[in-house]
């Protein structure tokens, strides 16, 4: 049994009306557009539902996808519950330097509610670019909060930055197009067109 930790999303052992749910779900369905072809990594796969929603809707597009995950609970739990021929699950600190030359780069990766739980977030914004092949996709969620070093509701968190600093993130690499985008709930749309006054997330379509 994987631990319910309050942050980690078990679909079997959630109701279909749990927000965390709805906003996870909804962010790997907002994804599958931008998967079109090639190898696709799921950064920070936890219990393996989100790789496992790229590989059954993109099975006829894409050649595999791998989900990497810290905990190697979770990757057990992945490996039992969501098998598929196109999926893989493995244990990875995303943090660590030089993952492409164990993962090799990849045409799209996601990585949803990750960056705020990581303290050395330099080697893993560096990582999520190094893993992109040229012209590749890197689609990349986080919570947003009083900024770096402030205080923030959740334990599991280093914190939560603001949205100019999420805007920043990737201000020192060479990229083609960043757009940008808020959530609330599994409502997703451009930052640039938005219609609530509130949105607690935001998400990041960066194409190398």
Not at 62 to 82: F, M, S, W
Not at 103 to 113: P, R
Request: hydrophobic share 40%; charged share 25%.
């Amino acid at each position: 049994m994987l631990e319910d930790t309050g942050e980690r999303v078990i679909p079997e052992e959630m109701l279909i009306t749990n927000e965390l749910l709805i906003e996870h779900v909804a962010r790997y369905h907002f994804a599958l557009p931008f998967i079109k072809k090639g190898r696709v990594l799921d950064m920070a796969s936890g219990s393996g539902f989100g790789t496992h929603i790229i590989a059954k809707k993109k099975k006829k597009v894409i050649d595999e996808v791998i989900g990497l995950d810290i905990d190697d609970q979770a990757i057990a739990y992945a490996k039992k519950n969501y098998y598929h021929p196109k999926s893989s699950f493995h244990q990875a600190d995303l943090a660590e330097e030089c993952l492409v030359d164990t993962w090799g780069q990849f045409d799209v990766i996601t990585s949803f509610e990750t960056f705020e739980h990581i303290e050395a977030e330099t080697n893993f914004l560096t990582n999520a670019y190094d893993l992109l092949k040229p012209g590749g996709v890197l689609i990349m969620s986080t919570p947003f909060g009083a900024g770096r070093g402030e205080p923030c509701g959740s334990p599991f968190h280093v914190h939560q930055i603001t949205p100019d600093e999420f805007k920043a993130l990737f201000s020192d690499k060479q990229v083609t197009s960043i757009d940008y985008y808020l959530q609330k709930g599994a409502l997703i749309q451009k930052e640039s067109d938005p219609v609530l006054d509130y949105y607690p997330l935001g998400i990041l379509v960066l194409t190398k």
